[in-house]
């Protein structure tokens, strides 16, 4: 990913139980494509909340300027905080421009490159007008990664010790977030 912009994130609060119960397993888990590829899943269904609701999840975007709201107007019409040409929404949403790279042990989701990144590097803060984080939710939306982690570790346990249930790990289990 030369030219693209990668977007990290942490939990808040921290996960340490996670991570505990990952070290307890680790021997016996080696390949956590599934776990990382529900992540995945997760961080698209929050863009989607986060771009359909204006940022309400980081607290809510800041309202545009009066004359960029006019200008915008003008050329956009009824287009959102957050959506010029789309670009940067389906960017960040799963569509076009979206990049998703999944290997066992790890994973990274967002913006690839292209003819988002300069729009989003203005609307995150690199421009004139106030900082309008796209990545940024609570501790209830951190949740999310952390109940998808449990479930994911204690099929893969269940597997590994032979007693397989009914219910697959997916994270559809999170109500609504696929």
Do not use: C
């Amino acid at each position: 990913m030369a030219d693209g912009t990668l977007f990290a994130f942490e939990v808040d609060p921290p996960i340490e139980g996670m991570v505990f119960a990952f070290g307890q397993a680790a021997g016996n888990v080696e390949d956590m494509t599934g776990l990382v590829e529900g992540f995945g899943t997760i961080f698209t269904g929050l863009m989607q909340r986060q771009f359909g609701s204006e940022g309400a999840l980081a607290g809510g975007w800041a309202p545009l300027s009066a004359a960029y709201a006019a200008w915008k107007s003008a050329r956009y019409p009824g287009r959102p905080i957050g959506v010029l040409s789309g670009a940067l929404r389906s960017a960040m949403t799963g569509g076009a421009g979206y990049t998703a790279q999944v290997s066992s042990t790890s994973g990274s989701f967002g913006l690839g490159g292209g003819p988002a990144t300069a729009y989003g590097m203005y609307f995150a803060g690199g421009g004139r007008g106030p900082a309008r984080p796209v990545i940024k939710w609570g501790s209830g939306e951190s949740r999310l990664f952390q109940k998808w982690a449990h479930a994911w570790l204690n099929e893969q346990l269940a597997v590994i010790g032979g007693h397989v249930g009914s219910n697959t790990a997916n994270p559809s289990l999170l109500g609504g977030m696929t």
